[in-house]
């Protein structure tokens, strides 16, 4: 049982234990009163869109599947450096479950400092995070992947799609949605946008 009477659990820093948690008890279809199914609706994106700020940018571009391609770049801390990851989705695989959910937050230990001062990683210790020096690398390893931060931005980026989510929706715009260097404040300016155009 998940008590969510305080905040949200930080768990381990990943989605692993909430995927294990929807697994557990399976999904249902949504319906209508009297048992009918609602069909699942998904937004297309049929011109290519974007948002930006200095040199940090998402785009979508009108795809026939859902696709991701993230890449990050952390020159201060060599052991992450520069990384892209891509996949995509169908209704039929995986993908999220087996390449996404189990990789964790992450942050920079000089940084760790500054973000208890401003109030933030409160809940936040060597267990439901990863740490990476800019010196030593990785404080505690070993990695679920080479490319974790990567993945955990594509984590990040679902979470904050599932925003653009209304009634029958799926959130998740059916495009090849390309990201770099973002982050939750470009992740949800990138949801108004597309919100804008719906």
């Not at 209704?91 to 109030?119: H, K, P, W």
């Not at 800019?134 to 505690?140: F, H, I, R, T």
Request: with cysteine; aromatic share 12%.
């Amino acid at each position: 049982m998940i008590d969510l009477l305080r905040q949200v659990p930080i768990f381990d820093g990943s989605a692993r234990e909430w995927v294990k948690a929807i697994e557990e008890v399976g999904l249902e279809v949504a319906s209508y009163g009297g048992g009918q199914t609602c069909e699942k609706l998904a937004p297309y994106v049929n011109e290519p869109v974007h948002v930006w700020k200095n040199d940090a940018f998402i785009a979508a571009f009108p795809c026939s599947n859902i696709r991701i391609s993230y890449g990050i770049n952390f020159p201060q801390a060599p052991a992450i450096g520069c990384q892209w990851f891509s996949c995509s989705f169908s209704s039929d695989n995986f993908v999220y479950a087996e390449q996404i959910a189990s990789s964790r937050t992450f942050c920079i230990y000089e940084q760790v400092e500054q973000m208890l001062q401003s109030g933030l990683i409160q809940g936040g210790s060597l267990e439901s995070a990863i740490v990476c020096s800019e010196s030593k690398g990785w404080l505690n390893p070993p990695l679920h992947y080479p490319d974790e931060p990567c993945r955990h931005k594509v984590l990040d980026l679902i979470g904050d799609l599932s925003l653009f989510a209304r009634a029958g929706s799926q959130g998740f715009p059916v495009a090849h949605i390309v990201a770099y260097k973002g982050g939750h404040a470009l992740h949800t300016d990138f949801v108004r946008y597309l919100s804008r155009m719906d």
